[in-house]
């Protein structure tokens, strides 16, 4: 419970820090400060995701599901975080054309991932049928 | 809170480097001022990359992304 608290100070204090920072004569600086903001605060978050994520490659041990699905997944759940952090960041610093082209880009590489999972759907559906 | 002191060191940065600048300006010494701004740039810089690097590394080994 206290590590969301802690989270939320630190968040503040950035939001604070910024806004102070964009006044002084380095408005640069403000961006630093939201970036490494983000970035500390996911990276306190991070184990425990990673707890998270080994628990699920356990269960699908145990279900004896194929491995490189689930990697397909977390390389997708990967691939939205962190294009989406990048693509918040550029809009805060003013840069909404550069966020979007970095969705794209996201989009485009998740779909290239999807591609072997609906072949493989696909062909058990076909096998079905036959 | 250790992940608080970049927070607070990108802060006084900007202040000291504010104020280097208007003083430097004020004694004439524009290109000096100019060079101020350019030097906290980069000591911003050397301090919030390791930051991001750090974050990405540990991604990319969470989500299994490499």
Redesign the interface.
């Known amino acids: 419970m206290e590590q969301i608290m802690e989270i939320i ?2 968040a503040l ?2 939001a604070v ?1 910024g806004v ?2 964009n006044e ?3 408005p ?3 961006v ?2 939201v ?3 983000g ?2 605060i ?3 978050v ?1 184990p425990q ?2 707890e998270v ?1 080994r628990i699920f490659t356990q269960l699908a041990d145990y279900a004896a599901l194929n491995q490189s699905y689930l ?1 397909t997944v ?2 997708v ?3 939205a ?2 294009s989406e952090f990048a693509a918040q960041i550029c809009r805060d610093a003013g840069q909404g054309a550069l966020g979007t082209k970095i969705e794209m880009a996201a989009k485009i590489s998740v779909m290239v991932l999807a591609v072997p999972i609906m072949m493989s759907v696909l062909e058990s559906i076909i096998q079905i049928l036959n | 809170m250790i992940d608080g002191e970049i927070i607070f060191f990108l802060t006084g940065l900007a202040i000291a480097v504010t104020i280097l600048h208007t003083f430097l300006k004020q004694a004439g010494r524009d290109e000096y001022a100019y060079l101020t701004l350019i030097v906290g740039l980069t000591i911003a810089l050397l301090k919030v990359i390791p930051v991001v690097q750090q974050l990405f590394t540990q991604v990319q080994s969470v989500f299994k992304l490499y």
């Open positions: 100070i630190l204090t950035c820090a102070f920072i002084s004569k380095l640069v600086l403000g630093m400060v970036l490494a903001g970035a500390i996911f990276l306190k991070l995701l990673a994520i990697f977390f390389k759940l990967g691939i975080y962190v």
